[in-house]
């Protein structure tokens, strides 16, 4: 799996790696479940994992030529819809076009909540869903509106279920 496949915002609830896109010693399906962020046996919420390094090696790879735009700007359509319209506005400028800013998505998975997770659609959603022993996953993704780059920028656990 290249530093791309990892860090794209389609693979959230969107696609399992098969055989032939695992690693020797790899864990074979992935999870968006709390417990994939916190690690084996810990009881407390994990810290923030960042995806800036992978995000700058696509860009890179991308300005290089290495990678074609069609590869780089293939957010889902439903990642593109939740970009619209239940985003968090920042003041980057796309990597890509270099035409607009970027917006934030952010997806909770957890107990009680849908398999294919919860697009937060307000300022203090997550809060009020990980409050008691509710456990989540949260995972934030960048997205242009313009050209659909996307890139999950952070993902932490939140929680002590």
């Known amino acids: ?6 860090g794209t915002a389609r693979d959230i ?4 790696p098969g055989p032939a896109h695992r690693r ?3 864990l074979g399906r992935v999870t968006f479940r709390p417990e994939a962020i916190q690690g084996h046996g810990q009881q407390r919420a ?5 995806y800036r390094l992978a995000r700058m090696g696509v860009v890179a790879e991308f300005r290089k030529g ?22 968090e506005p920042t003041e980057m400028e796309c990597p890509i076009c270099e035409e607009d800013n970027i917006v934030l998505v952010t997806y909770a998975f957890g107990d009680r909540l849908p398999a294919s997770g919860r697009c937060i659609t307000k300022k203090g959603e997550v809060a009020k869903l990980s409050k008691g022993r509710r456990r ?11 050209c659909s780059w996307n890139h999950l920028a952070k993902s932490f656990a939140l929680g002590t279920g």
């Open 13 to 16: 609830g969107h696609r399992r």
């Open 24 to 26: 020797a010693g790899s």
């Open 136 to 146: 989540l996953a949260v995972y934030v993704v960048e997205v242009c509106p313009s």
């Open 66 to 87: 290495r990678l074609a735009r069609h590869e780089v700007c293939d957010a889902h359509p439903e990642l593109k819809r939740a970009a619209v319209s239940a985003s």
């Open 46 to 50: 994990g810290g923030v994992i960042d």
């Open 1 to 6: 799996m290249t530093s791309r496949q990892a």
